[in-house]
């Protein structure tokens, strides 16, 4: 497959991003390497759909003892990578983002199918079944999809919540601790 080096960001009628590329990612969401792990923005429906992919080399830092000889990415990784292209749709929607962290409420019914290996290219396809907002709370639940080569590897339910990023450092405004393990 023939793929330039830079995404060209197309706009959607309503003058919208639908692709973006890994410098729009990084204005989105917080994570940095070696946990970022989306690539690229195929396809962005606001509060409906993302398709995103991440390319899975040799130089991830999980496949060291993830095995060694037969290098398979974790399924926990694979969860969390669903769960930043949601959070990539969900973010784009905040004005405040940068204010903003997304941490996991629940995942349900994850399925691995099959292994992913260095040199597979993950795409990651994550439908929104559920939104709320109210003023100082965004929630979201979705059902993702990872494939491989038009093969679906796994799958997973996972509902997260934005929260301020003032509350995840342990300031005074009375986290009790179980909002979420900061995944996501």
């Known amino acids: 497959m023939s793929e330039s080096t830079h995404a060209v960001t197309e706009p ?48 991830e830092p999980f496949f060291v003892g993830h095995f060694p000889g037969l290098p398979i990415m974790p399924g926990v990784l694979i969860v969390e990578a669903i769960a930043q292209a949601g959070g990539a749709l969900l973010l784009t929607e905040v004005e405040d983002r940068s204010n903003k962290i997304m941490v996991f409420t629940g995942i349900e019914r994850a399925r691995f199918r099959r292994p992913v290996s260095p040199g597979d290219q993950l795409r990651l396809e994550v439908e929104v079944k559920g939104w709320r907002s109210v003023p100082g709370m965004t929630a979201a639940k979705m059902q993702g999809y990872a494939y491989v080569g038009g093969k679906r590897v796994a799958e997973a339910g996972v509902s997260c919540q934005l929260i301020d990023s003032a509350r995840g450092r342990g300031s005074s405004s009375g986290s009790t601790g179980d909002e979420g393990n900061g995944a996501g």
């Open 12 to 59: 959607s009628p309503s003058g919208e991003k639908t692709v973006l590329d890994i410098h729009d990612i990084l204005k989105i969401l917080p994570h940095r390497y070696p946990f970022l792990l989306i690539d690229r923005v195929l396809e962005l429906k606001r509060k409906e759909r993302i398709v995103a992919v991440k390319n899975v080399t040799i130089n």
